[in-house]
């Protein structure tokens, strides 16, 4: 399985952004991450196999949003209102188990930064 994760880039604080994650092989629930410099890395969202189950964490809830279309393969992260609080590299991940706490393959990540 190759996950690519694209879209990311430079936005000011309170816009947006869409981050893409295209999969290659079978359909797999996923999940987003992120890595803020000098920080762990930390869930962002999930979904489930077939789009019927998200997950946020508490930090972008209300903000940001996981989609997916499993005819193009490609899960999707919008992230809207962004804050100062918000940059890092952003990570797409799948696994066999939804909302799982060990995802068994990783993208190479995309690096948003939100400028004040």
């Known amino acids: 399985v190759q996950l690519q994760a694209s879209g990311g880039g430079l936005v000011q604080a309170g816009g947006s952004l869409r981050l893409s994650c295209a999969a290659s092989?079978?359909?797999?629930?996923m999940g987003w991450f992120r890595q803020a410099p000098g920080k762990a890395r930390e869930f962002v969202a999930a979904?489930?196999?077939?789009?019927?189950?998200?997950t946020y964490a508490d930090s972008v809830k209300g903000r940001f949003t996981i989609s997916r279309d499993n005819a193009k393969n490609t899960v999707y992260l919008q992230m809207n209102s962004l804050k100062p609080e918000d940059p890092a590299v952003y990570y797409c991940?799948?696994?066999?188990?939804?909302?799982?706490?060990?995802?068994?393959?990783w993208g190479q990540g995309t690096l948003v930064t939100v400028s004040s």
């Open positions: 991940a799948a696994s066999k188990v939804y909302y799982s706490t060990n995802y068994d393959y």
């Open positions: 092989g079978r359909t797999f629930n």
């Open positions: 979904i489930s196999w077939s789009g019927g189950s998200t």
